[in-house]
């Protein structure tokens, strides 16, 4: 199992990102996925989920109508599209995928957003 992150950056406050999760070695397709994200001294937290077919997502109560999940099985690849990004979104994003009872983690992309 491999998921890469990518798409993280700096950016000011109000601006957005696209983070893309590119996925191999599992069945995408059928497999929920998410976003996690670390900010500095803080514990990882969800962010947003997306089911197999995309058809149900999830929130975080902070990011609710900001951030969008998406998905392209197609693709292998899933997304996070974040708009008026604010500073406290700073953080490490990862992608997340729980195959059979194991938790599978990417390496994470830094978002930074400066005020």
């Known amino acids: 199992v491999q998921l890469v992150e990518s798409g993280g950056g700096l950016v000011q406050a109000g601006g957005s990102l696209r983070l893309s999760c590119a996925a191999s070695?599992?069945?995408?397709?059928?497999?929920?996925m998410g976003w996690y994200r670390q900010a500095p001294g803080k514990q990882r937290e969800l962010v947003a989920t997306?089911?197999?077919?995309?058809?149900?997502?999830y929130y975080a109560d902070s990011v609710k109508g900001r951030f969008t999940i998406s998905r392209d099985n197609a693709k292998n690849t899933m997304y996070l599209q974040m708009n008026s990004l604010k500073p406290e979104d700073t953080a490490v994003y990862y992608c997340?995928?729980?195959?059979?009872?194991?938790?599978?983690w990417g390496k994470g992309t830094l978002v930074t957003v400066s005020s």
């Open positions: 997340h995928a729980p195959i059979r009872d194991i938790n599978y």
């Open positions: 070695g599992f069945t995408f397709s059928i497999n929920v």
């Open positions: 997306i089911t197999s077919g995309g058809g149900s997502t």
